[in-house]
């Protein structure tokens, strides 16, 4: 999140709260009351599809603002699950909007996170649009600065550019002996 952002959102009055991994933060259908702020922890947007899956709307990680675009509905249009043991900052829906319309340097740095949002969208949909998992490996590690993933990250970056950890490991081992 861009630090101007973080700086004015920790000026509106909010309150702490705490999530187990597996516990909602807010369910499909809930009333949009406030804006979680992710300080520590993950959490995701889920839908769950027919058959009985979960489709990943978006992973929230700190410093991220979970579904932004709750802020202009009455409702949640999904579930918000924690994967891991997460605090948020729980901002008043109505706080926020009123100080969109009376801080113009709020507004801005709002904007200017909503662009940043949709160009971490756009390549993320370009990415899931390759073919080969080697093509959408190497537009990640393009997209996070050169650097290959940590053993530790490779389920989630697996998950994060469409192909199952095991095609992704073996496209982690055919590339061993030249950079991991």
């Avoid at 009055?13 to 993950?42: C, N, R, S, W, Y």
């Avoid at 999904?78 to 319309?101: E, F, G, H, Y």
């Avoid at 370009?126 to 190497?138: F, G, Y």
Wanted: net charge neutral; proline share 4%.
């Amino acid at each position: 999140m861009f630090e101007d952002l973080k700086s004015q959102l920790e000026a509106i009055p909010g309150h702490a709260t705490a999530f187990e991994p597996g516990q909602h933060l807010f369910h499909l259908g809930d009333k949009v009351t406030v804006v979680h702020f992710i300080e520590m922890g993950q959490a995701q947007l889920v839908r769950h599809q027919t058959d009985g899956s979960l489709l990943v709307l978006q992973r929230a990680v700190p410093g991220s603002i979970l579904a932004e675009a709750s802020l202009y509905s009455d409702v949640y249009h999904c579930d918000a699950i924690a994967v891991a043991p997460t605090r948020t900052l729980a901002v008043s829906k109505q706080a926020i909007r009123m100080r969109l319309t009376t801080t113009p340097a709020f507004s801005e740095a709002w904007a200017l996170h909503l662009a940043h949002e949709v160009q971490r969208a756009r390549l993320h949909a370009e990415i899931l649009s390759l073919k080969k998992v080697a093509a959408r490996l190497d537009a990640w590690i393009v997209w996070n600065g050169g650097q290959a993933p940590e053993k530790g990250e490779w389920k989630s970056v697996a998950e994060q550019v469409g192909v199952s950890p095991e095609a992704f490991y073996r496209e982690l081992a055919r590339r061993r002996p030249q950079q991991i």
